[in-house]
């Protein structure tokens, strides 16, 4: 089946510094979905991309589909405390979403 | 607020027994999903709706069903629970397959097997 590397794993960071993930695969994927997910909470969706090198914004958060429409990254600019969670991307393609397995990320005061 | 909603949040059942789990949307969505998650690892997808037309995964086993009588409502069934089906079960919704296919998820439901 398909396969998303999501990476890094998890991350450790001070508050103010920035951030970035990123997803990559050897599949081409038509959408890219990034999401937030706290403990004990579904996954909230921060921003959706649909087109090959589209560049989205939403407040701190930057996220870009990649060119060749196999990778796609996420950067959050000046973390703060509440950043903290795990974040996942989401690749489609062949009618489903395929998912990473999220970097965990932990933002010290 | 249109948002997808699950009940309950905390489910506790025994080994064997069949229990449900509900989601319900005011999107107004066509497609409906169940995911399976277990801790620290990302949402398995279990089936989708799309309307009334059902979409089961290959690796889905039979244990779990899945109806949904109309675009609001859509249940999991677990016909008989075991222990491995401990998870946080995830319903979302999408307003197509493609192009506006962006999923909004519910809270969750946590399943404890005892």
């Known amino acids: 089946g398909q396969q998303l590397n999501q990476s890094p794993q998890s991350m450790f960071i001070q508050e103010g510094e920035d951030v970035s993930m990123n997803c990559t695969s050897s599949?081409?994927?038509?959408?890219w979905l990034w999401y937030k997910q706290d403990p004990g909470e579904g996954p909230v969706l921060l921003i959706a991309?649909?087109?090959?090198?589209e560049l989205t914004s939403n407040g701190r958060l930057t996220a870009q589909f990649g060119i060749t429409r196999k990778d796609s990254f996420l950067n959050i600019s000046a973390s703060i405390p509440s950043d903290v969670g795990i974040y996942f991307c989401?690749?489609?393609?062949?009618?489903?979403?395929?998912f990473g397995s999220g970097t965990k990320l932990n933002v010290k005061p | 607020d249109a948002m997808v909603i699950q009940n309950p949040r905390y489910q506790v059942t025994q080994f064997g027994k069949p229990v449900t789990l509900s989601c319900s949307q005011t999107?107004?969505?066509?497609?409906m999903y169940w995911y399976q998650q277990k801790s620290s690892q990302a949402p398995k997808l279990l089936f989708h709706?799309?309307?009334?037309?059902?979409?089961n995964e290959a690796d889905t086993p039979d244990n779990f069903q899945s109806r949904r009588p109309n675009t609001s409502f859509c249940f999991l069934d677990i016909r008989s629970p075991g222990l491995g089906d401990a998870a946080m079960y995830l319903c979302?919704?999408?307003?197509?397959?493609?192009?506006?296919?962006?999923?909004?998820f519910g809270p969750g439901t946590r399943l404890t097997v005892l």
């Open positions: 999107l107004n969505h066509n497609v």
């Open positions: 991309l649909y087109k090959a090198g």
């Open positions: 979302a919704t999408s307003r197509d397959l493609i192009p506006y296919n962006e999923q909004f």
């Open positions: 599949s081409i994927f038509n959408t």
């Open positions: 709706y799309y309307d009334k037309d059902f979409n």
């Open positions: 989401a690749g489609y393609n062949f009618n489903k979403f395929y």
